[in-house]
C-alpha cells in the first residue's frame, strides 16, 4: 500500500466534525504563519533599508561638513600666501599679519613660514623659530605638490591637530618658502559629535593614513588612533563610498557607510546592528511603545527645547517651568518686539498648538477605548452564549436564556427566537424577551417561512437587515413591537439545515453594525449546533434506553428459564465445626429476603434472636436472587448486635461482585451449549457427506438425529404426497427409522 494511500486512509479516520476541525485549525495555522513570516521578513527588510538610508544621510552630512571646514582653512591659507607681505619673506612684515590672522580665527593654534630649509622665518606666535625640515607638510610642498596635509600631535600644543600647508612664491613664480597654518582638531570633533545618532550611533574622520583625526569621545583628540587594519580601514583603502558590516574585537556587529573626501579622508558613520533589529524584537509591542515613545520624545523636546531656547531669559524661566512640568494654561508673557518677543511668542503658538494636539489625542483614545469597551463586551456575550450553549442541555432553558442575555448584553428593544415546525412550513416564536414576547408566546406566534424577515432569513439561509425598519419591503410590521426603527434577522445553522432563526430589534436606526452582526451571527451559530446536539443527544438516550430495556427483558427471561430449570431454588453455608457446609435451601423465603427483592434495597431484620440482612443480588440493572446473612453473637470479624453500615457496605460489594460472577457463568453456559450444538451439527454433517448412496443417507440422518435428540423418533420420507391411511398408521414405506 502506497505512503499517499496510508495517508489519505489516517485523514479520513474518526469523526467528520473532528477531522474538518483538524483540517481547518492546520490549515489556519499553516497561513497565520506564512503572514506572520511576510510580515516579519517586510519589516527587516524595511527596517534595514531605512538603516542604511540614516547611516548614508549621516555620512554624508559629515562628509560635507568637513570638506566645507577644509575648504575654509585652504582658502584662508590661500589668501595668507599670496599676500605681497608674506612673499617679500621679510619676518617683521609677515609676523604681524601672521598674528592677526591667528587672532581671528579661533580654531587655529599656530601660522607661520619658513624657508626652502624647513626653518622658521616667522610665526603667529612670536615663539622661537623650529626647523620643521622632517616635516611631511614641509617636504611635499617643497617637492612641488600645491597642497598637503599632515595629521600629527603637535609640538607645540601636544594635541592632535592638522597642519595645511601652501607654497610662498614670489612674482615670476619661483618657490621661496613655505606657508602653514595648524588647526586644533576640536572644532572638527564638535562638528562629528553634533552627528551623532541612535544609542550606538557614532561618526568620525579618518585620514589617508588610516587614523581617527576627528571623533565625538575627547580621548580621540589627546591620541591620534590607527585603525589601518581594521575591517573599516581595509574598506577605506579602496577608495570609494561604499557600505557595509562588520565584527569588531568585542564581536559586536556594526553597520557603517563610509564616504570618501578628494584628499583622502574618510568619513564613516556606524551603528550597532543590534540596535536597528531592535525593532523586530519589539514588533509586538509596537503599539504601546509608539504611544508610550512619543509622549517621553514629545515631552522631552519641549522641556529641553524650552529649557534650552529661555535659559539666559529670566523673565520666562517661571513660565517654562510651569509648562515643562504639566500647566499648558500658562503662555509666556509679551513684553518687547525683540528677538525676546519673537520667541516668547512662537512659544506661545507652540503651546497652543501642543493644547491643540492633546486635546484631539484625548478625542482619538476616547473613541478608540469606547470601540474597546464595545468590542470587549461582544467578546463577553459571545463567551456566557458559549458556555450556556455547553453547559444547558434542556433545549428550552437554553433558549430562553439565550435570548434574555443577547438582549441584555446588546442593549436591544427585543430579541426572538424562532424554530422551525415538523412541516417545514411555520418558524414557531419558542421564546421573546419582555412583555411583547410573553404575549406573542401565549397566543402561539409563527410565521410562515418565506414570509417577513424571520421567513426569509430562513429560506434564503441568510442574514437580513433592516436598517430603517418602516423603509424595508420584505419585514412585517408587529403591533405589539411598535417602537422598533431597526431589525436583524439571523439564520440557526447546524450540519447544512437551517433550525430557525434569531431577531434582533433595536429602538435606534442603523443600530447594526458589521462587527455586531458577525458576533450576533456567530451566537445564531452557538445556539443552533446547541440545539441540533440536545435532538442527537435525546435520540441517543432514547435509543440506549430501549436496549436497555430490550437487554434486561432478554437477561431477566434467561435467568427465569435457568430458575425453572433447576431443581434447587437456593443454597445455605452453615458453620459446622471447623468448616462451612453449603446445604441446598428449604422452606420459603424470609419476609427479608421477599422485601429487598421487591425494593431492590438491602433489608435488615430479626430471626431467632439474631439481626439478618437480605442484600439483592443484581446483574445489568436486573435483581435475579437475594443474600440472607444472619449474625450471631461469636462471629469472628464483625460487630456484636445490628449490623453497621460499614458491613452492610461489604456486604453489598460482596452481592455485586457475585451478580457479576453469576452473569459470567451464564454467559459461560450458554458458549458450551452453542458450542455443543454446534459440534453436533458438524458431526452429523461429516456423517451425512460420507453417505453412498440416498438410503445410507437417510439412515445416518435419522439416526444421528435419535441419538442428537436423546431417543426421540425420527422419520424421513421421501414423496411428494402420503394417504391417509399412511399417516395413520405410520406406515414405513421405502422410510428411513
Known sequence: MSDQTLSERYVQRGHLRSRLTFLTSVVALIVLLALVVLVILHFYRLTESQASEMLGAHSHQLANSVQLWLDYNVKALQQLVTQ???????????????????????HIYLVSTTDLNGLNVARSDS??????????????????APLAYQVLVSRTTGRAALVISMPIR?????????????ANLEQLSEAVAVTRFGETGVTYVVDAEGRIIAHPDPAFAVEIVNIQDSPVGQKLREGREQQFSFVDAEKRKWQAHIDVLDNGWGVVAQQEAA????????????????LLLGSLLLGGLTYGIIRRALAPIETLTATATAIAQGDLTRTAPLKSADEIGTLAHAFNRMTAQLREAIDTLEQRVAARTFDLERHAAYLAASAEVSRAAVSILDADELIRQVVDLIRERFDLYYVGLFLVDETKTWAVLRSGTGAAGQAMLARQHRIRIGEGMVGWSIANAEVRVASHAEMDAVRLTNPELP?????????LRSRGQVLGALTVQSTLPDAFDPDSMAVLQIMADQVAVALDNA????????????????????????WERLARARAESGYVGMRQAEEIALLTAQGEWTPEMRAALRTRQSVVGQQNGMPTLAVPIFVRDEVVGVLHFSKSEAAAGLVPGEWTREEI???????????????????????????????????????????????????????????????SRVYVRMGADITAAEQADGGDHDDAK
Open 275 to 290: 540596535e536597528w533589529r531592535r525593532p523586530l524584537v519589539e514588533f509586538a509591542r509596537y503599539g504601546l511603545l509608539l
Open 170 to 182: 614670489n612674482l615670476t613664480g619661483e618657490l621661496i618658502g613655505v606657508g602653514m597654518l595648524g
Open 535 to 558: 435532538r442527537l443527544l435525546a435520540q441517543a438516550q432514547a435509543a440506549l434506553e430501549a436496549e436497555r430495556l430490550a437487554y434486561g427483558r432478554a437477561s431477566r427471561q434467561e
Open 84 to 106: 605681497p607681505q608674506i612673499q617679500s619673506m621679510d619676518p617683521a612684515v609677515q609676523q604681524p599679519i601672521l598674528a592677526a590672522m591667528d587672532a581671528v580665527y579661533e
Open 483 to 491: 417602537d422598533t426603527r431597526s431589525e436583524a434577522a439571523l439564520p
Open 649 to 711: 457496605t461489604l456486604l453489598e460489594a460482596l452481592a455485586g461482585q457475585l451478580g457479576q460472577a453469576l452473569d459470567g457463568a451464564r454467559l459461560y453456559r450458554q458458549m458450551l451449549l452453542r458450542a455443543a450444538r454446534e459440534g453436533a451439527i458438524r458431526e452429523i454433517s461429516d456423517r451425512m457427506q460420507r453417505a453412498t448412496d440416498m438410503r445410507a443417507l437417510l439412515h445416518i440422518t435419522a439416526e444421528a438425529l435419535n441419538q442428537v435428540l436423546g431417543g
Open 127 to 144: 615663539a622661537t623659530p623650529i626647523d620643521y625640515h622632517d616635516r611631511v607638510w614641509f617636504q611635499e610642498i617643497r617637492d612641488g
